[in-house]
C-alpha cells in the first residue's frame, strides 16, 4: 500500500499545527489569553482572601456576647465552617472541573466557573437569616459554590494557557496567569480599606472600650456584604471575552481528532496557513481506544511518579503556606500595626487589618509572584521550588528556636502589645517566607502539572494535583489552628482546646517545607520541552507511525492496520519483533481468507 492516506495527511497537519504553536512568536493573543484566564485567578484570589479582612467583623456584629466584656468573635466552628467551606468546594471544584476539562473541552465549561462565581460572589453578599445561625448557614453554603467555581479554574486555566503557549515562554505566560492571585489578595484589602474608610466617615463610632454598643454601628453590615459582591465584577467582565475564546489546538488536534478545525482555530490567532484538506476530519478513531488512561498500568509506569511527585509538593506547600496567620496576630501587635481589639471600632479594625495585608502583599507576595514570571523561563522551574522550600524551611526553623526573642514579650503596662525582641527581623522573616513561598513553590506547582501530562489527561491530573493541595491548605488552616493554641490550660484563645504550642507547630511546618524540598526531585524539569514531548505523546506518535509503516510493507490493508493498533497488536508484534511481521498467524490470522 503506497501513497498518503486521509490518516497521514491528518497527522501531519497535526503535528504542524502543534509546531507552529510551539514556535510562535509572542503575539497579542497570547497576552490577551493572559488577561482572560489572568481575571478569573484575580477572581480567584479576592474571594478566597477577602474573608480574613472581616471575619472580626462578622463576629462583632453576629457574635458579641455583653458578659464577656470584651468584642465578639467567630466561634471556632463557626470560624471554621466560614473559611473552611470556600476550601472544601474549591477542592471538589478542582476534581470535577479537572475530569471535566478533558471529557467535554476547555471551552466547553470554561465559562460555567465563571457563572458560579459570579452567582456565588452576589449570593454570598445577599446571605439571610433571622438569626447568627441563619446568617452563617447560608453564607457558608453560598462560599462552598463560590469555592467550587474557584476550584475549576485551577485546571482549566493553566491547561489552556499552557495548550496555546508557545514552548519558549510558556513558563511565564502560564506563571503570569497565577500571578494575578496576588493582585487578586491586594484588591480584596483595598477595597476592605475604602469601604471601612467611607463607612467610618460616614457612621464615625467610639472604640469598644468607650462604648462597648456604639463601637459596632449597624450600617457596618454592609461593609462585609458589599466587600464580597465586588468579588463579581472582574468575573463579569471577562465573561464575554471567555466563551469567545477558541478551543486549545491540542485538544482538538489530540483528544477531539479534529486538525481541520484545530488549522482553522490557529489560523484565525497565529495569522497562519495549514494546508488541512476537508477529508482530514477522517480521524484515527480506533487507535484512540488504544491510549492509555489514568488508572493503567502504562500511566504508572510513565506519570506515575510525576503525580505524586505534583501531589506531594503542592500538598506540603498548602499545609505551610495557608498556615502563615499562626503567628500573623502576633507580627501585627508587635509592630503596632494592630492594636488590641478593645481600643479600636468595628470599622476602624477592618481598616487596620486591610492595611496590614496590603503592605504584606506589596512587598513580599506580588514581588515573588512576578520575580517567578521572570525568571522561570531562564534558570527553570525544578530550581524556582528547590530553592523556595529551601528558605521556606530554613525561615521556619529559625522561627522555630528564636521565636519568643524576636517577639518579645507582653509589655507590663499593656498585655497587647510586645516589648523587647527585634521586631524589624521578626516581620522581615515573615516577608521572606511569604516572598519564597510565591518565588518556589506556590507558583510552580501550579505550572508544572500543565506540562507533564497527555492532553487526554492534562486537566484531571492538574486538577487532582491542586486537589491534593487545597487538602494540605485545610491542613494548614485548621489542623494547625488548633495544634497552635498553649499547651496551658487557661492560655488558648477563647473556645479552642490545648494545643501543642506555637513553637512546636513551627517545627511541624519545617520539617512540612522539607518534605517538599525532597519530593521535588520526583518533578522534572519542563524548561524549553514541548508539552508532547513531555508527556511522551511525540514519541507514541512516532511509534504507531513506524508500526504502520511496517504493516504497509507487509502488503496489509489500512483497516488492519486500525484493529492492530486499536488491540496494541502492532506494538506487541509488528514492532516489538520485526522478523515475525511476513507471520500470517502473528500480524493477520485472516490473511490467507483474503488472499493476502
Same mark, same amino acid.
Given at each position: 500500500m503506497?501513497?498518503?492516506?486521509?490518516?497521514?495527511v491528518?497527522?501531519?497537519? /497535526?503535528?504542524?499545527?502543534?509546531?507552529a504553536?510551539?514556535?510562535?512568536?509572542?503575539?497579542g493573543y497570547?497576552?490577551?489569553?493572559?488577561?482572560?484566564?489572568?481575571?478569573?485567578?484575580?477572581t480567584?484570589?479576592?474571594?478566597?482572601?477577602s474573608?480574613?479582612?472581616?471575619?472580626?467583623?462578622?463576629?462583632?456584629?453576629?457574635?458579641?456576647?455583653?458578659?464577656?466584656?470584651?468584642?465578639?468573635? %467567630?466561634?471556632?466552628?463557626?470560624?471554621?465552617?466560614?473559611?473552611?467551606?470556600?476550601l472544601?468546594?474549591?477542592?471538589?471544584?478542582?476534581?470535577?472541573?479537572?475530569w471535566? @476539562?478533558?471529557?467535554?473541552?476547555?471551552k466547553?465549561?470554561y465559562?460555567i466557573? %465563571?457563572?458560579?462565581?459570579?452567582?456565588?460572589?452576589?449570593?454570598?453578599?445577599?446571605?439571610?437569616?433571622?438569626?447568627?445561625?441563619?446568617?452563617?448557614?447560608?453564607?457558608? +453554603?453560598?462560599?462552598?459554590?463560590? @469555592?467550587?467555581?474557584?476550584?475549576?479554574?485551577?485546571?482549566?486555566?493553566?491547561?489552556?494557557?499552557?495548550?496555546?503557549?508557545?514552548?519558549?515562554?510558556?513558563g511565564?505566560?502560564?506563571?503570569?496567569?497565577?500571578?494575578?492571585?496576588?493582585?487578586?489578595?491586594?484588591?480584596? #484589602?483595598?477595597?476592605?480599606?475604602?469601604?471601612?474608610s467611607? +463607612?467610618?466617615?460616614?457612621?464615625?463610632?467610639?472604640?469598644?472600650?468607650?462604648?462597648?454598643?456604639?463601637?459596632?454601628?449597624?450600617?457596618?453590615?454592609y461593609?462585609?456584604?458589599?466587600?464580597? $459582591?465586588?468579588?463579581?465584577?472582574?468575573?463579569?467582565?471577562?465573561?464575554y471575552?471567555?466563551?469567545?475564546?477558541?478551543?486549545?489546538?491540542?485538544?482538538t488536534?489530540?483528544i477531539?481528532?479534529?486538525?481541520?478545525?484545530?488549522?482553522?482555530? $490557529?489560523?484565525?490567532v497565529?495569522?497562519?496557513? =495549514?494546508?488541512?484538506?476537508?477529508?482530514t476530519?477522517?480521524?484515527?478513531?480506533?487507535?484512540?481506544?488504544? *491510549?492509555y488512561g489514568?488508572f493503567?498500568? !502504562?500511566?504508572?509506569?510513565?506519570?506515575?511518579?510525576?503525580?505524586?511527585g505534583?501531589?506531594?509538593?503542592?500538598?506540603?506547600?498548602?499545609?505551610?503556606?495557608?498556615?502563615?496567620?499562626?503567628?500573623?496576630?502576633?507580627?501585627?501587635?508587635?509592630?503596632g500595626?494592630?492594636?488590641?481589639?478593645?481600643?479600636?471600632?468595628?470599622?476602624? *479594625?477592618?481598616?487596620r487589618?486591610?492595611?496590614?495585608?496590603a503592605?504584606?502583599?506589596?512587598?513580599?507576595?506580588?514581588?515573588?509572584?512576578?520575580?517567578?514570571? #521572570?525568571?522561570?523561563?531562564t534558570i527553570?522551574?525544578?530550581?524556582?521550588?528547590?530553592q /523556595?522550600?529551601?528558605? $521556606?524551611?530554613?525561615?521556619?526553623?529559625?522561627?522555630? +528556636?528564636?521565636?519568643?526573642?524576636?517577639r518579645?514579650?507582653p509589655?507590663?503596662?499593656?498585655?497587647?502589645?510586645f516589648?523587647?525582641?527585634?521586631?524589624?527581623? =521578626?516581620i522581615?522573616?515573615?516577608a521572606?517566607?511569604?516572598?519564597?513561598?510565591?518565588?518556589?513553590?506556590?507558583?510552580?506547582?501550579?505550572?508544572?502539572?500543565?506540562?507533564?501530562?497527555?492532553?487526554?489527561?492534562?486537566?484531571?491530573?492538574?486538577?487532582?494535583?491542586?486537589?491534593a493541595?487545597?487538602?494540605g491548605a485545610?491542613v494548614?488552616?485548621?489542623?494547625?489552628l488548633?495544634?497552635?493554641?498553649?499547651?496551658h490550660?487557661?492560655?488558648?484563645?477563647?473556645g479552642?482546646?490545648?494545643?501543642?504550642?506555637?513553637?512546636?507547630s513551627?517545627?511541624?511546618?519545617?520539617?512540612?517545607n522539607?518534605?517538599?524540598?525532597?519530593?521535588? +526531585?520526583?518533578?522534572?524539569?519542563?524548561k524549553?520541552?514541548?508539552?508532547?514531548?513531555?508527556? @511522551?505523546?511525540?514519541?507514541?506518535a !512516532?511509534?504507531?507511525?513506524?508500526c504502520? %509503516?511496517?504493516i504497509?510493507r507487509? /502488503?496489509?490493508?489500512e483497516?488492519?492496520?486500525?484493529k492492530l493498533?486499536?488491540?496494541n497488536?502492532?506494538?506487541?508484534?509488528a514492532?516489538?519483533?520485526?522478523?515475525?511481521?511476513?507471520?500470517?498467524? %502473528?500480524?493477520n490470522?485472516?490473511?490467507?481468507?483474503?488472499g493476502?
Amino acid at each position: 500500500m503506497t501513497g498518503a492516506t486521509a490518516h497521514d495527511v491528518d497527522k501531519n497537519v /497535526g503535528r504542524e499545527v502543534l509546531n507552529a504553536l510551539d514556535k510562535a512568536k509572542t503575539q497579542g493573543y497570547h497576552f490577551k489569553s493572559i488577561i482572560i484566564a489572568g481575571m478569573g485567578f484575580f477572581t480567584d484570589a479576592y474571594d478566597l482572601f477577602s474573608i480574613s479582612t472581616v471575619a472580626k467583623l462578622l463576629g462583632r456584629l453576629y457574635y458579641y456576647d455583653p458578659a464577656l466584656k470584651k468584642p465578639g468573635t %467567630l466561634p471556632p466552628n463557626v470560624a471554621a465552617a466560614v473559611n473552611g467551606v470556600a476550601l472544601c468546594g474549591t477542592l471538589a471544584g478542582q476534581l470535577f472541573f479537572g475530569w471535566a @476539562g478533558d471529557k467535554f473541552g476547555r471551552k466547553k465549561v470554561y465559562g460555567i466557573t %465563571l457563572i458560579l462565581m459570579i452567582f456565588a460572589s452576589i449570593a454570598s453578599g445577599l446571605s439571610f437569616g433571622s438569626s447568627a445561625t441563619g446568617v452563617m448557614t447560608t453564607l457558608c +453554603f453560598f462560599r462552598f459554590w463560590l @469555592g467550587f467555581g474557584i476550584g475549576g479554574d485551577y485546571p482549566l486555566s493553566a491547561t489552556i494557557m499552557s495548550e496555546y503557549s508557545n514552548t519558549k515562554t510558556r513558563g511565564a505566560f502560564v506563571g503570569a496567569v497565577f500571578a494575578m492571585q496576588g493582585m487578586g489578595i491586594l484588591s480584596a #484589602a483595598a477595597v476592605a480599606i475604602i469601604l471601612s474608610s467611607i +463607612f467610618d466617615a460616614a457612621f464615625s463610632r467610639p472604640a469598644f472600650n468607650v462604648d462597648p454598643i456604639r463601637s459596632t454601628p449597624p450600617q457596618a453590615d454592609y461593609v462585609w456584604r458589599l466587600l464580597f $459582591m465586588f468579588g463579581a465584577l472582574p468575573a463579569a467582565a471577562t465573561y464575554y471575552y471567555r466563551i469567545r475564546m477558541p478551543e486549545t489546538a491540542r485538544y482538538t488536534a489530540l483528544i477531539a481528532k479534529d486538525t481541520e478545525k484545530a488549522a482553522k482555530d $490557529m489560523e484565525k490567532v497565529l495569522h497562519v496557513h =495549514f494546508d488541512a484538506e476537508k477529508q482530514t476530519q477522517v480521524t484515527d478513531k480506533k487507535s484512540a481506544q488504544a *491510549e492509555y488512561g489514568l488508572f493503567s498500568a !502504562e500511566f504508572a509506569r510513565r506519570h506515575g511518579t510525576h503525580l505524586v511527585g505534583c501531589c506531594v509538593t503542592w500538598f506540603m506547600l498548602d499545609v505551610a503556606f495557608y498556615s502563615q496567620n499562626l503567628f500573623q496576630k502576633d507580627i501585627f501587635s508587635a509592630v503596632g500595626w494592630i492594636p488590641s481589639a478593645k481600643k479600636m471600632s468595628a470599622l476602624e *479594625e477592618v481598616f487596620r487589618i486591610g492595611r496590614a495585608q496590603a503592605l504584606v502583599a506589596l512587598v513580599s507576595t506580588v514581588p515573588g509572584y512576578w520575580v517567578t514570571v #521572570a525568571l522561570v523561563d531562564t534558570i527553570g522551574r525544578f530550581i524556582i521550588q528547590l530553592q /523556595g522550600f529551601f528558605f $521556606m524551611t530554613l525561615f521556619m526553623f529559625v522561627l522555630t +528556636f528564636d521565636y519568643y526573642n524576636l517577639r518579645g514579650q507582653p509589655c507590663p503596662t499593656d498585655s497587647s502589645k510586645f516589648c523587647g525582641g527585634n521586631h524589624l527581623a =521578626f516581620i522581615s522573616i515573615y516577608a521572606l517566607t511569604f516572598f519564597f513561598a510565591n518565588f518556589g513553590p506556590n507558583s510552580t506547582t501550579f505550572i508544572i502539572p500543565a506540562e507533564l501530562f497527555p492532553a487526554r489527561l492534562r486537566s484531571t491530573c492538574h486538577g487532582i494535583s491542586a486537589a491534593a493541595g487545597k487538602a494540605g491548605a485545610i491542613v494548614g488552616a485548621f489542623g494547625f489552628l488548633y495544634a497552635s493554641q498553649s499547651a496551658h490550660e487557661g492560655k488558648q484563645d477563647h473556645g479552642y482546646p490545648t494545643g501543642i504550642g506555637i513553637k512546636r507547630s513551627l517545627l511541624l511546618l519545617a520539617i512540612t517545607n522539607c518534605v517538599g524540598f525532597f519530593f521535588t +526531585f520526583l518533578v522534572p524539569e519542563t524548561k524549553g520541552k514541548s508539552l508532547e514531548d513531555l508527556s @511522551g505523546e511525540n514519541e507514541d506518535a !512516532e511509534r504507531r507511525m513506524g508500526c504502520k %509503516l511496517q504493516i504497509q510493507r507487509a /502488503g496489509f490493508i489500512e483497516d488492519t492496520y486500525l484493529k492492530l493498533a486499536a488491540s496494541n497488536t502492532c506494538d506487541q508484534v509488528a514492532c516489538s519483533h520485526p522478523e515475525d511481521e511476513t507471520n500470517p498467524s %502473528l500480524l493477520n490470522p485472516s490473511r490467507d481468507e483474503h488472499g493476502m
